[in-house]
Structure formats: structure tokens, C-alpha cells
T-cell receptor, first 115, second 112 residues
Framework: GAGVSQSPSNKVTEKGKDVELRCDPI?????LYWYRQSLGQGLEFLIY????????KSGLPSDRFSAERTGGSVSTLTIQRTQQEDSAVYLC?????????????FGSGTRLTVV | QQQVKQSPQSLIVQKGGISIINCAYE??????FPWYQQFPGKGPALLIA?????SEKKEGRFTISFNKSAKQFSLHIMDSQPGDSATYFC???????????FGSGTRLSIRP
């Protein structure tokens, strides 16, 4: 596609429920990133996928968070047993091979509200 | 320490004025310093970037000034316009890794 696509754009869930957030990166971009943006905060790195390499999960805040990337394309971020502090905008980005340090293309994000 | 510190948190500038956002870093391994612009409801978008071997880079009304010895860099927006109202993030990365470290962001408002 022309850009990074994320769905849903908004998600309201009850505390304790599981949620799945989806990201479709730009075709041909081998690197995919998930960031979290809390109200008034910066961009917090969560996880990074590069081709078939093991993902860099160093930013995942707890074991309730997981992500996978199927077929080197679509990625799903799963949050289990959601808590109110998980409320944030979850941003996905992708980059072309070897250009990740140079610049990402971000999607518009999924705004998650846990009530 | 892989931290990038950004200030101010928010900034109000009159139309036509100069907007200045400052950032500082600790890790001297960083070799690339991009700035991102984010409008409400959108993801951040790459605006302008600089490497540490350059002291200044200008693209239109946007200029990055870089002080390697002080480990500081700043974004200047000349002749600021209401359409520049957005959140700006400074960032740092190094070519041996593909992860970008972002500052905390500056919410810029340009008053007409």
C-alpha cells in the first residue's frame, strides 16, 4: 500500500480484556516497529522486527504484551488482561532495508482506551 | 544512556516569529539526528535530519543547528505559520542499529 495502515483507529475495551492491534507496513519494507505514545509523553519503543531475525523485544513493558509478524508483512500487537495504564496511542512504523536508523514511516496509530 | 532530552514541553509563538526547540543527548555513538512533526490524529512524519559532522542544515523555513561538543541540537522554524502548529519530536539513532530514540516532544502553537 501507499502508507502504513493500522486498525482499528480507535478501540475502547474493558479492564481485564485482551486486545489485538493490527499493522500493515509499506510493501517492501522489511523492518517494522511498534511504539507507544501516552498522553503528553514521547514515543516509547516497544518492539522491532527485521526480516526473519529474532525480534528486539526490549521495550515491551510486561509479559502481558506480545507481538508477532506473519510472512514478513502484517504485524499484530496483543495486550492481555488490559489495565488502565495501557491507555495510549499505539503507533506502528516501517522502514526499507538498512534505512531504519534514517527514518521511519508511521501509521496514524490506534488509540486504545481501557475503561 | 540512550536518552534524548527535549525542551520546552510546550511553546506558543506569534505568527511570523521564530520557534526554537532544543534537545540534548548523552550517547556519543549517535550519528544521526532526525526531527519528526506530528499533527493531531496522525503519526509522526520525518521533517528534517542532520549528521554530527555538519553544524547546520536548512530546508526552507526549517533549520537544525548542531553543537557536537555540547551534545546539543535545536530546531528553528523561521517565519512561523499557523500551519506549523504541531508536536515536534527530536530523535537520535546510530547506523549500527535500526532503533530511533525519541525525545518527549514539544507542542507548538502558532498564534495568528
Amino acid at each position: 500500500g501507499a502508507g502504513v495502515s493500522q486498525s482499528p483507529s480507535n478501540k475502547v475495551t474493558e479492564k481485564g480484556k485482551d486486545v489485538e492491534l493490527r499493522c500493515d507496513p509499506i510493501s517492501g519494507h522489511t523492518a517494522l516497529y511498534w511504539y507507544r505514545q501516552s498522553l503528553g509523553q514521547g514515543l516509547e519503543f516497544l518492539i522491532y522486527f527485521q526480516g526473519n531475525s529474532a525480534p528486539d523485544k526490549s521495550g515491551l513493558p510486561s509479559d502481558r504484551f506480545s507481538a508477532e509478524r506473519t510472512g514478513g508483512s502484517v504485524s499484530t500487537l496483543t495486550i492481555q488482561r488490559t489495565q488502565q495504564e495501557d491507555s495510549a496511542v499505539y503507533l506502528c512504523a516501517s522502514s526499507s532495508p538498512g534505512q531504519g536508523y534514517y527514518g521511519y514511516t508511521f501509521g496514524s496509530g490506534t488509540r486504545l482506551t481501557v475503561v | 544512556q540512550q536518552q534524548v532530552k527535549q525542551s520546552p514541553q510546550s511553546l506558543i509563538v506569534q505568527k511570523g516569529g521564530i520557534s526554537i526547540i532544543n534537545c540534548a543527548y548523552e550517547n556519543t555513538a549517535f550519528d544521526y539526528f532526525p526531527w519528526y512533526q506530528q499533527f493531531p490524529g496522525k503519526g509522526p512524519a520525518l521533517l528534517i535530519a542532520i549528521r554530527p559532522d555538519v553544524s547546520e542544515k536548512k530546508e526552507g523555513r526549517f533549520t537544525i543547528s548542531f553543537n557536537k561538543s555540547a551534545k546539543q541540537f535545536s530546531l528553528h522554524i523561521m517565519d512561523s505559520q499557523p500551519g506549523d502548529s504541531a508536536t515536534y519530536f527530536c530523535a537520535a539513532s546510530y547506523s549500527s542499529a535500526s532503533k530511533i530514540i525519541f525525545g518527549s516532544g514539544t507542542r507548538l502553537s502558532i498564534r495568528p
